[in-house]
């Protein structure tokens, strides 16, 4: 098994930023694909970014538009998302996820292993 846990979100204003992260523990033989999803209010649960087991890859959402950075540190068991410019439309619960079978997938499908996540609140 492997539990993941988020942390970092709070409430800020419109072009502040934040760092989210999300530690993975429980099952340390294997370093997963890892992402990031949020859910919106009124929404569903969306693609934010990805990245490989290595960190060598990453992915984004069309929406991040160059504000978002996504990374990892093995030694830690832990990813990252560095959130800049951040707008009320980012308001979401922010999960992070990972992957036994799939490499930077959009799709939640594709995750077995998920966090309960993080509230971001980005006030007008």
């Known amino acids: 098994q492997v539990q993941l846990a988020e942390a970092g979100g709070r409430l800020v204003q419109t072009g502040a930023s934040l760092r989210l992260s999300c530690t993975a523990s429980g099952r340390a033989s294997k370093i997963y694909d890892m992402a990031w999803f949020r859910r919106c209010p009124g929404k569903e649960r969306e693609f934010v970014s990805a990245?490989?087991?290595?960190?060598?890859?990453?992915g984004y959402a069309d929406f991040v538009r160059g504000r978002f950075t996504i990374t990892r540190d093995n030694a830690k068991n832990s990813i990252y998302l560095q959130m800049n410019t951040l707008e009320p439309e980012d308001t979401a619960l922010y999960f992070c996820?990972?992957?036994?079978?799939?490499?930077?997938?959009?799709?939640?499908?594709?995750?077995?292993?998920w966090g309960q996540g993080t509230q971001v609140t980005v006030s007008s």
């Open positions: 996820a990972a992957t036994e079978y799939y490499s930077l997938s959009s799709l939640a499908r594709a995750y077995h292993f």
């Open positions: 990245i490989s087991a290595s960190g060598g890859r990453t």
